[in-house]
């Protein structure tokens, strides 16, 4: 079975920083874009980042609201994708979610586009 599972989610001072862990199962990310959004408190969720596995260097791509604050990395030998969350503001406090599709991407794709979603973790920033 094909899963997606985050993990890192956790309660952080504002100006703190953390890293939340995509990890897949069931198959691997080569040749994948894996995509991270977000669901806030009363907002509909938001596409914050994404990383295309499909070229030969790992383009990424950040949306205005998380760009030169996030940064988005994978390993491919632990089939693994990474968001580093520096600069933690309370507007960030939301859900985080991960997501696959197969191909290529030149920026952000919107959630329609994903196949594959993991269930979510929770970050809290407090200030």
């Known amino acids: 079975e094909m899963q997606l599972v985050e993990s890192g989610g956790n309660l952080v001072q504002a100006g703190g920083s953390l890293t939340l862990s995509c990890a897949a199962s069931?198959?691997?990310?080569?040749?994948?874009?894996i995509g991270w959004f977000r669901r806030a408190p009363g907002k509909e969720r938001e596409g914050i980042s994404c990383i295309n596995l499909s070229n030969s260097d790992d383009r990424t791509y950040y949306a205005d609201s998380v760009k030169g604050r996030f940064t988005v990395s994978s390993d491919n030998a632990k089939n693994t994708v990474y968001l580093k969350m520096n600069g933690l503001k309370p507007e960030d406090t939301a859900v985080y979610f991960c997501?696959?599709?197969?191909?290529?991407?030149?920026?952000?794709?919107?959630?329609?586009?994903?196949?594959?979603w993991g269930p979510g973790t929770q970050v809290t920033v407090s200030s």
């Open positions: 069931g198959f691997t990310f080569d040749g994948y874009t």
């Open positions: 997501a696959a599709v197969y191909g290529v991407t030149s920026g952000l794709l919107g959630r329609n586009e994903y196949e594959y």
